[in-house]
């Protein structure tokens, strides 16, 4: 692109500003998407790498009966370890974080995502649970209890050593991390795109992101909150999943499958998303059925929100409750075979060239098509008692996480390789990659079907011969490695030709999206100038790409005064207010080693110390909320700010918490005839009524706080907010002296009853108390003036408040359910 | 309400109305299938399930005729057309595709109570 020598000059002060520093303190320091992008990339491969190690253990352990290759314990622990490694830090990270982070801005014209800094503290967060998890082997204590650790077996009794803990502490860290990373990718989809960029005109990756990131943050607080319980049942004594107690281990396979089953989704979306990248580019055509397209996406899901129960067909729950499972476990299928359609006949009506992308997503949807069969099977009730815990199942689940997820993934490396490296892979070799794969995956995972089908139940260390399973195995241990051999060929290609270095240019393949109209690899800045937008198709749009070097001449929408990005309105992306971006800081990492290691005072028991480095993080908090350059005057804006639209998906997503706790009580509830169990002395209600009205009354005076700041009447705003923070203290004195109180008469360990009841009380009061510490960092903010940030802050907090208190009232009716 | 406020009403509850009317049903149709086969339970659930799914049904057709009438009203609209206009248009098309599954969906959680099952395992 020639352009005139202040066009030049511009460009090169963005490269001053956006560039961070070199090296690896660079590396640790990053707020860069792209950065952090290739650090999840790197990161997952190497998980992925260990996760496939212990697949092919497994498979050398079954290619023969009575095989000795590895012992009992040993295989649960590589099982285990397999599905945890694979689902939770390899194909959800490489995905949404990866993927999602290194091309979502990319794709919508921004310069970065909404949060850069929780953006890398959610990859360090993301690492930490790893390496965490990982440690378990240097103990001999990796989790055993297979990968969705099913109740009674990964109790305490049954399995005493610190396995489960690391599970449980593990995958608590891997939801904070997934969960802000989830935060991110909504909150840039919603305020980042660039002006013109209305949600007809966004790209069907961009939406899948979102579907998938919405999932995330609305399925986690259930698997985070069944982690909860079991770890307070294990550590504490608590009886959330003993029948004897009140409490019942189906409670476990409820909350797990409530996140489980969305999580299915949350692998394949993405796929889905790369899927309607690389088709259009191939069939040199626009997606057909755009608006259905992208209407499956999010339909896709919303109901897999709904099926959970799928997954506890032989469970003994009652015929009538089934049905509403079967149903939503047909339905899903409509969404899914829409895109399939969609997919097929947009190859078919273009005129497409094969090349190896293209051929990874035929791959794709034969796999998805074959798991999709096998899976709609199991929606039929008898068919699935019938193959529960068989091979057959493992069959469909691998084709369906392997080959309709990860195969998506590889196209995508090749397709987005030339963009991320500037150099062009080896076409030939990359086919026959795929050639390779897709064979080693249909040796390896067809099979099992059969298997499956003749008795071969999952999980088994090693079977005995006679039973004409051994052929069965031999072959699918066969196509494990010739699977392997496929993955280790695409990994030499990509180094092979990264250091060939032919250089790919711009855009090698005539791709429709915004990360193709700019070189190869990407600026530190990513767009010179933020982009025009008229259609979901921009790099085919050539006026609007005339339009945007004409914009670059001119010096509009270049911003090139400091970290600077628009933000936009979330339905129509109209331009609203220029947003500063924060600059490479040190705090993501140390946050992020802080809480994995106080994680590990807690799986040690240390709670003293783990409570000491909570302190110390919050600490750190304050650091990272320092502001570098406070703007004094706040420009009015159209739409709310980045910074509510982030408090209300964490609000959101502890909402659902709250609301799985509540669906938790009212679940026991109904298990028990006498609830609450006889001995335990009814709630108090005059009391609790009292303080709930007083903490909810705050409301006002923070809501006129924040009124007020807007106004430019500080000292108004500070007495206001002194005043809340006056009641709320004193709210929440009150109700922790009630709290250790009550404890006297009914301890937690006393009934499940008791466990709910206490962890409710206590999860709301520890709200409370976070809220203070927000008021009492605006207080000492807004002290010192009002700033932009401080405003944005504020009204975060007030909305955060609002959510606390109409949460606190829920719980209220809850804690005094049994005297209504 | 002008038009165009109007428009954006029937065209958000066209894309959430039918949603919230199914996950309501649902969740809510599964608990009282629960608390009819626990212990002790009311062993007359049939009516709580009909007058869920009847009303949830009627919600969702709801949201169908909202998606109609949006679709309509910017009928002329092209796929790339810019926001409002655009984009009510392209929500509307996905939301009467989206309003029929769900309606389906409802009849199908439905079929429990209509058949009469049992509490008993299946």
Not at chain 2, 75 to 81: H, N, R, S, V, Y
Request: proline share 5%; aromatic share 14%; with cysteine.
């Amino acid at each position: 692109m020639a352009v005139s020598a202040p066009a030049r000059e511009r460009i090169g002060r963005l490269e001053r500003v956006w560039l961070e520093r070199p090296g690896a303190l660079g590396w640790l320091t990053t707020v860069d998407h792209k950065r952090i992008g290739l650090l999840y990339f790197w990161a997952t491969l190497f998980f992925f790498a260990a996760g496939g190690a212990e697949a092919l253990l497994m498979r050398t352990q079954l290619a023969q009966a009575n095989a000795k290759v590895v012992g009992p314990e040993t295989f649960d622990q590589l099982l285990t370890m397999h599905g945890v490694t694979m689902i939770f830090f390899f194909i959800i990270p490489i995905t949404t974080g990866a993927f999602g982070n290194y091309l979502l801005p990319l794709m919508i014209g921004a310069r970065d995502m909404a949060f850069p800094r929780l953006n890398a503290l959610s990859f360090w967060l993301f690492l930490g649970s790893g390496l965490f998890l990982y440690s378990s082997f240097l103990f001999h204590s990796a989790p055993d209890a297979g990968w969705f650790n099913y109740v009674p077996l990964s109790l305490k009794q049954y399995d005493g050593g610190l396995n489960i803990d690391f599970y449980a502490l593990g995958l608590i860290l891997n939801g904070a991390s997934s969960t802000i990373g989830a935060t991110n990718i909504i909150v840039t989809t919603f305020k980042l795109r660039a002006p013109g960029m209305s949600w007809n005109r966004m790209p069907l990756f961009c939406f899948a992101m979102l579907a998938a990131a919405l999932s995330l943050v609305f399925a986690l607080p259930a698997l985070t909150i069944d982690l909860v319980f079991l770890e307070l049942q294990r550590k504490l004594g608590f009886h959330f999943f003993d029948v004897a107690h009140g409490g019942d281990p189906l409670l476990w396979q409820h909350l797990f499958w409530i996140f489980g089953h969305p999580e299915v989704y949350i692998i394949v979306l993405p796929a889905f998303g790369i899927a309607t990248s690389i088709i259009p580019t191939f069939a040199r055509r626009r997606m057909i059925a755009f608006p259905l397209v992208a209407m499956a996406e999010l339909l896709v899901a919303f109901l897999g929100f709904g099926v959970w129960a799928h997954h506890m067909f032989a469970t003994g729950l009652s015929s009538s409750t089934l049905v509403f499972f079967a149903a939503a476990s047909m339905m899903v299928v409509v969404p899914s075979t829409i895109q399939i359609f969609a997919w097929l006949f947009t190859v078919n009506l273009g005129t497409p060239i094969f090349r190896a992308p293209l051929l990874f997503i035929g791959g794709f949807i034969l796999f998805f098509v074959l798991g999709g069969l096998s899976g709609i099977m199991f929606a039929a009730i008898p068919f699935d008692q019938a193959t529960t815990d068989t091979y057959f199942v493992v069959a469909h689940f691998h084709f369906i996480i392997f080959g309709a997820a990860v195969f998506p993934l590889l196209g995508g490396m090749y397709y987005w390789f030339p963009k991320v490296t500037g150099r062009m892979y080896h076409e030939r070799l990359a086919q026959a990659s795929f050639f390779v794969a897709f064979a080693g995956t249909t040796l390896t995972f067809f099979p099992m079907h059969i298997v499956g089908l003749l008795g071969m139940t999952r999980r088994v260390y090693t079977y005995d011969a006679g039973l004409g399973w051994g052929i069965y195995n031999l072959l699918e241990t066969i196509g494990g490695f010739t699977l392997a051999f496929g993955l280790l060929m695409i990994v030499a290609n990509l180094v092979w030709s990264y250091r060939r270095n032919v250089p790919a240019g711009a855009d090698p393949f005539n791709g429709s999206t915004l990360e193709w109209t700019i070189p190869s690899p990407p600026p530190a800045y990513n767009f010179a100038v933020i982009p025009t937008v008229t259609s979901a198709y921009p790099n085919w749009d050539a006026a609007d790409r005339d339009h945007d070097i004409g914009k670059l001449e001119r010096g509009e929408l270049v911003l090139a005064g400091g970290h600077k990005t628009p933000a936009s309105t979330v339905n129509d992306a109209v331009f609203d207010e220029v947003v500063d971006m924060p600059a490479e800081s040190p705090w993501p990492v140390v946050l992020g080693l802080t809480i994995t290691l106080a994680l590990a005072l807690v799986l040690l028991s240390h709670y003293l110390f783990a409570a000491a480095l909570l302190g110390i993080a919050l600490l750190e908090l304050v650091g990272w909320h320092a502001e570098a350059s406070p703007h004094e005057n706040a420009e009015p804006r159209l739409a709310r700010p980045n910074g509510w639209w982030g408090m209300a998906i964490f609000v959101a997503a502890e909402a659902t918490l709250f609301g799985t706790v509540v669906g938790t009580y009212v679940y026991l509830s109904l298990q028990n005839p006498h609830w609450p169990p006889f001995g335990v002395a009814e709630p108090k209600v005059l009391e609790p009524l009292l303080l709930t009205l007083g903490l909810v009354l705050m409301s006002a005076p923070v809501q006129g706080a924040w009124n007020a700041a807007r106004a430019g009447r500080r000292q108004m705003a500070l007495r206001l907010l002194g005043f809340a923070f006056a009641v709320q203290t004193a709210y929440l004195a009150w109700q922790v002296h009630d709290f250790v109180d009550e404890l006297h008469t009914m301890s937690p360990t006393h009934s499940a009853y008791a466990s709910v009841y206490y962890t409710l009380l206590g999860a709301d009061h520890l709200h409370v108390l976070v809220g203070l510490l927000l008021d009492v960092w605006l207080l000492a903010q807004l002290a010192r003036g009002l700033t932009s940030y401080r405003l944005v802050g504020l009204r975060a907090t007030t909305f955060y408040w609002h959510a606390v208190n109409a949460i606190t009232a829920v719980v209220f009716f809850v804690q005094i359910a049994p005297r209504l | 309400m002008t038009s165009r406020m109007r428009l954006e009403v029937l065209q958000w509850y066209a894309l959430l109305g039918g949603a919230v009317a199914w996950a309501a049903q649902h969740v809510f149709g599964y608990f009282v299938s629960t608390q009819g086969c626990s212990a002790g339970g009311s062993s007359n659930t049939e009516l709580w399930q009909i007058v869920l799914a009847v009303a949830a049904g009627v919600a969702v057709c709801a949201a169908e005729a909202a998606a109609l009438v949006v679709y309509r009203a910017t009928g002329g609209t092209g796929k790339d057309a810019p926001g409002p206009a655009g984009r009510l248009h392209f929500f509307a098309q996905a939301a009467l595709v989206a309003n029929i599954l769900f309606l389906v969906v409802i009849v199908l959680d439905s079929s429990a109570t209509i058949a009469s099952l049992p509490c008993g395992a299946a």
